[in-house]
């Protein structure tokens, strides 16, 4: 009479190891594909993009997070050396608002949200040494959703230095 005897591993430390693999092997392809996924991060064309209200949004370059409820609009030079993007993100009590791109160094430029309306947000805004800057995240409030908005660089003076396309606020 011969007896079997399993030298390999127990079949509960093999299934562990087999579902260690599977995990590894599940997020390889997860980090893999987050490119091209619907969850990531994408750049859309502003003609593609359509307003709640089903008219398409002006022309520009616009840089969408998917599903995230935040967009990111270029602010183009008007004045050489003079540009940056605009994020408006949805925010509990309104939208959330940042600034950050390139302007004269060492100087201090006015960053915009104008309605329509001409009614307009104003952030003073250091620009460093290397002709960078960056405003905080504003909370803002006093515009109502869905109007027609547009970011703006200007100089103390008041000259335009950079502007973005109209959109929607979220």
């Known amino acids: 009479m011969a007896t079997i005897r399993n ?7 093999r299934s562990a ?6 995990a ?3 997020l390889a392809s997860a980090c893999h594909s987050g490119v091209t996924s619907p969850a990531s991060p994408s750049a859309v064309d502003a003609a593609s993009l359509a307003s709640p209200g089903g008219d398409e949004v002006s022309s520009g370059r616009i840089v969408l997070a998917s599903g995230s409820g935040r967009a990111t609009y270029e602010m183009s030079e008007i004045v050489a050396g003079h540009s940056g993007t605009c994020t408006i ?14 302007a004269t160094p060492d100087s ?4 915009h949200l ?10 003073y805004v250091d620009v460093g040494r290397q002709g960078t800057f960056r405003t905080g995240q504003e909370l803002v409030t006093t515009f109502p959703s869905g109007i027609e908005v547009r970011c703006v660089l200007l100089s103390v003076d008041g000259v335009p230095l950079a502007e973005s396309v ?3 606020a979220p």
């Open 166 to 168: 109209p959109f929607n």
């Open 114 to 123: 104008i309605r329509s309306d001409g009614f307009r947000t104003t952030a």
């Open 108 to 111: 201090v430029i006015r960053f």
């Open 17 to 22: 190891r087999l579902a260690g693999l599977a």
């Open 24 to 26: 590894c092997a599940l």
């Open 89 to 102: 993100a949805t925010a509990r009590l309104g939208f959330r608002l940042k600034a950050e791109g390139q």
């Open 7 to 13: 030298h390999g591993f127990l079949p509960s430390a």
